[in-house]
């Protein structure tokens, strides 16, 4: 049986979203059916709100509804530091935990060759141009996901921005609070060990 065209329409549509399925579209199609007239017109104001009032921040590639970003545009936050970081979402994440006070810089993915990403496709560019205006920076922290794209990218960066002088640093990386020793890939025991620290 075929579904009706709008149901069809809106199933394709939750398709689109990453980890999304067939049938998980198909439940969130009939769910949103069920759901009342107003939550229906309040999700979809949401959806066009993101995509007409957030834009990336012209300094950092941050989302944000004015430019630049209430980050960049604050002077109390410490101009010494650059936080490099993968995905807005990142940001996010630094920021909920209140340890950072620093700047960041979205790269908005990372390099990966076997996708047709290179330093092109990602907010490199705009990352060393910035490192040449803003003359008061530091540190880069590479704050990359631990995964072959991202330790190629920061290696990548890293090798771009070591000339200039800056002191480029990469979170440290290794044993999770609460976890075994024994149960520890080679990799998370080589990092630890490499990311030690005095007591």
């Known amino acids: 049986m075929q579904y009706p065209l709008p149901i069809a329409h809106l199933i394709d549509s939750y398709m689109k979203l990453p980890g999304i399925g067939e049938k998980t579209a198909t439940r969130l199609a009939f769910y949103t059916l069920d759901m009342p007239e107003q939550d229906v017109q309040d999700f979809a104001k949401s959806l066009k709100e993101v995509k007409e009032n957030l834009h990336q921040c012209s300094i950092c590639g941050n989302i944000t509804e004015k430019d630049p970003c209430e980050i960049c545009s604050n002077p109390a936050r410490d101009q010494t530091t650059i936080m490099v970081v993968e995905q807005p979402k990142d940001v996010m994440a630094f920021e909920e935990m209140g340890e950072y006070d620093g700047l960041y810089h979205v790269l908005h993915g990372v390099l990966s060759p076997m996708d047709g990403v290179g330093p092109e496709e990602i907010n490199i560019k705009s990352l060393i141009t910035r490192l040449q205006k803003q003359d008061q920076v530091k540190e880069v922290i590479l704050a990359l996901n631990s995964t072959p794209e991202g ?49």
């Open 151 to 199: 330790e190629s990218t920061a290696m990548y960066i890293s090798k771009l921005i070591k000339p200039a002088g800056l002191k480029v640093t990469r979170l440290a990386a290794g044993l999770a609070v609460g976890s075994d020793i024994e149960y520890a890939n080679s990799i998370t025991l080589k990092r630890a060990v490499q990311g030690r620290t005095s007591l």
